[in-house]
Nanobody, 117 residues
Framework: EVQLVESGGGMVQPGGSLKLSCGTS????????MTWVRQAPGKGPEVVSD????????YYADSVKGRFTVSRDNAKNTLYLQMNSLKPEDTALYYC??????????WGQGTQVTVSS
């Protein structure tokens, strides 16, 4: 059974940092590109960052470029998102998802990130 479990969310003040983790099981993690998607209240989902199989190629949304860093540890089957210089507009439910040729086929349950003073 494929499972993705996010952790590391919480409440932080503007300018603060958080590191999200996505633990996975039930599939060969190193064979899949992975993504972080967020959804803020009242808004549609936004792809925040992608990372390829080996971690050598990444994508960032313009809204997070220079502040967020995606990484993966294939030995630990875990995806990460380091978030620095957080802004109130980063407040959202953050999901990790597995990518395939047709899009995203498995999702985690999400972890809440709230940026507020």
């Amino acid at each position: 059974e494929v499972q993705l479990v996010e952790s590391g969310g919480g409440m932080v003040q503007p300018g603060g940092s958080l590191k999200l983790s996505c633990g996975t099981s039930g599939f060969t993690f190193s064979s899949y590109e992975m993504t972080w998607v967020r959804q803020a209240p009242g808004k549609g989902p936004e792809v925040v960052s992608d990372i390829n199989f080996g971690g050598g190629a990444t994508y960032y949304a313009d809204s997070v470029k220079g502040r967020f860093t995606v990484s993966r540890d294939n030995a630990k089957n875990t995806l990460y998102l380091q978030m620095n210089s957080l802004k109130p507009e980063d407040t959202a439910l953050y999901y990790c998802a597995r990518m395939n040729l047709n899009g995203y086929d498995y999702w985690g349950q999400g972890t809440q990130v709230t940026v507020s003073s």
